[in-house]
């Protein structure tokens, strides 16, 4: 007798406050959702076991599969190739932590795993904004930046697993001291948290700027931001040209350096990556070199699901190249 | 009968001043080698022609093998692929040539080719400072900075076969402009000419300075500032710490960028490579990220040839694939 039931693949997103797991079909479908406040406080065992009450949870919620596999998207640095993580800043205790091989014990089934901003970027290649492509760069900025690269049809990996650390390419020689304790990091100038902060320095408390009207005289966010300057409100399209302009900088860098056939955006601020279309493509159009300039720049489609949906393809499509093979001669 | 000649390739360098062919054994071994002044300003036809009559001279000098292939590095862009140089800068009349389809035609040989900051980025990999790795940063320092990228064991290619413009990454806010016309380019604050610049601005003609004793009062050159410092010149040993800075932060973003095992420098300033080898480690100590504080920074070790053994490794090696599983299992 033949299992005729769809193949399916159990998907994880492990964040430093979210755990969430899917079931996700070989379209890319998320067939069940569940999700916990991690217990990152609690050391790997705890998370771990919470994780495989999570995969009990989809799967009596889901319809009948085969099931392929386990993928799970989580903090780096780690080692894909041995399951390993290595050193997750946001998770107490998890230094060089066997995570594939011990989920894998527990839930009975072969687990592969990803860093989280490479599993948002294969989710937006395999099913999103990159669909198609063999070559991509997935750029998300929020609080950070962080990123992905697809290189010839698979994730780019160097030593250790690592790169496409985008968000501490120094693009600049002043700004505030970036987090990692560099000057002029492309996060330190472009991420969310940093128009937050001109946007906060640019105004003050009982001013009534739009801008603090927004944010209750409190600090100011990226997201207020784009709500002010969707709704008009001239400083806070001043402080998105000047936000279009680093990313349109960094951007280019990335362009010159991995040369993708489309840079895709996700993350909080892409919400008004609109806003910023033609600051950036100036600033592209001015500084790049001629054969880069006419790469797109386009908006995550996938949402918050990428990185779940990514870290399933990670099972669905067996390895990069098979899916590239097919996007491009299928 | 069995053929037991010993296998080689033929390879060219093609430059814009100066056009370099040899016969190349499979060890990396140069068995005869011929060079001619290109006919840049002469057309396609012309420097085809050239190639051609080399081809004869090398191999009426070598012994007796069997020619595998012809590989050949060319100014870029070109499409490895497709085998077409895109647009030569330094080559009048260079725009879409098919030069794997016209030279192999001459030649009776199929012909690959790859540009020439990656064919040396390939030697280097293959049979010199890089050997043994699976990932590389290959970056030459001289009158610009080029490179080529050596990732998961091939050489990263992007769209139209571009990628590694690692001279045209903004890394600072303030610079001369750059020739690409941007502001703050590595190449525009850490090139070979860059600090013949500043060592030209910093003495004056005939103020009796080491530099200038060494140009005879002309513009001084990085060779200049390079042998000033060897001999113990304070002025132009703070030159080179200046310069030791940039390219540490430039090197940090490569990390970053890239995580490669190791970053090899090649060009003429990696002769002075020792002289600014702590000025470089500690800026990568002070800015890079933990995981990528302790990659090996070397120097080339094939000098001139890289590019031209690197062009009989197209040949030679089948794919980067192949080889690098050779180098890590064999």
Known sequence: MTDDRPPAALAFDLGGTELRAALVAASGTILAFASAATLAKAGPAAVIEQMVALAGTVQAHAPAVRLLGVGVGAPGPLDPEEGVVLDAPTLDGWRQVPLAERLGARLGRSVRIENDANAAALGEWRYGAGRGTRSMVFVTVSTGIGGGIIAGGRILHGRRGLAGEIGHMAITGESRPCFCGAIGCFEAVASGSAL???????????????????????????????????????????????????????????????????????????????????????????????????????????????????????????????????????
Chains 1, 2 share one sequence.
């Open 196 to 330: 937050g902060e001109e946007a906060t320095r640019a105004t003050a408390p009982g001013d009534g700027s739009d801008l603090r009207r927004r944010s209750e005289d409190g600090p100011v966010s990226a997201r207020h931001v784009v709500e002010a300057a969707r709704a008009g409100d001239l400083k806070a399209l001043a402080l998105l040209d000047a936000e279009a302009r680093w990313l349109g900088i960094g951007f280019t860098n990335l362009l010159h350096l991995y040369s993708p056939e489309v840079i895709v955006v996700g993350g909080g601020l892409s919400n008004g990556l609109d806003l910023m279309a033609h600051g950036i493509t100036t600033t592209i159009g001015a500084r790049a070199m001629r054969p880069y300039r006419d790469v797109p720049v386009r908006r995550a489609t996938l949402g918050n699901h990428a990185g779940l949906i990514g870290a399933a393809s990670l099972i669905l499509a067996g390895d990069g190249e098979a899916i590239s093979r097919e996007a491009n001669h299928g």
